[in-house]
Nanobody
Framework: VQLQASGGGLVQAGGSLRLSCAASGSTISISQVAWYRQAPGKQRELVAAITRSGFTNYVDSVKGRFTISRDNAKNTVFLQMNSLTAADTAVYFC??????????WGQGTQVTVSS
């Protein structure tokens, strides 16, 4: 499985961005896809995840602002990020896990929120 993340950029506080994670290869083996982020000097943290059945979960700090969704036909998972703050500045990584617990990481995409 290969993961291609895109959609990062520079945005003003209060603005929005949409990240995309396009999967290719043996996508049928994927059980869930998640977005992680890592800010400078901090540990990587789970932001949001979505299972193949559509169950979602979010870190508390983004609830009500971020929405994870997917387009199964395009093997793509999206992260819609609204009401962005400087605290959301980080490199965002796409992650996928298979039913047999194999996992894959995509390359990071930088999100910078200016205050």
């Amino acid at each position: 499985v290969q993961l291609q993340a895109s959609g990062g950029g520079l945005v003003q506080a209060g603005g929005s961005l949409r990240l995309s994670c396009a999967a290719s290869g043996s996508t049928i083996s994927i059980s869930q896809v998640a977005w992680y982020r890592q800010a400078p000097g901090k540990q990587r943290e789970l932001v949001a995840a979505i299972t193949r059945s559509g169950f979602t979960n979010y870190v508390d700090s983004v609830k009500g602002r971020f929405t994870i969704s997917r387009d199964n036909a395009k093997n793509t998972v999206f992260l819609q990020m609204n009401s962005l703050t400087a605290a959301d500045t980080a490199v965002y990584f796409c992650y996928a896990q298979s039913w047999s617990r194999n996992d894959w990481w995509g390359q990071g995409t930088q999100v910078t929120v200016s205050s």
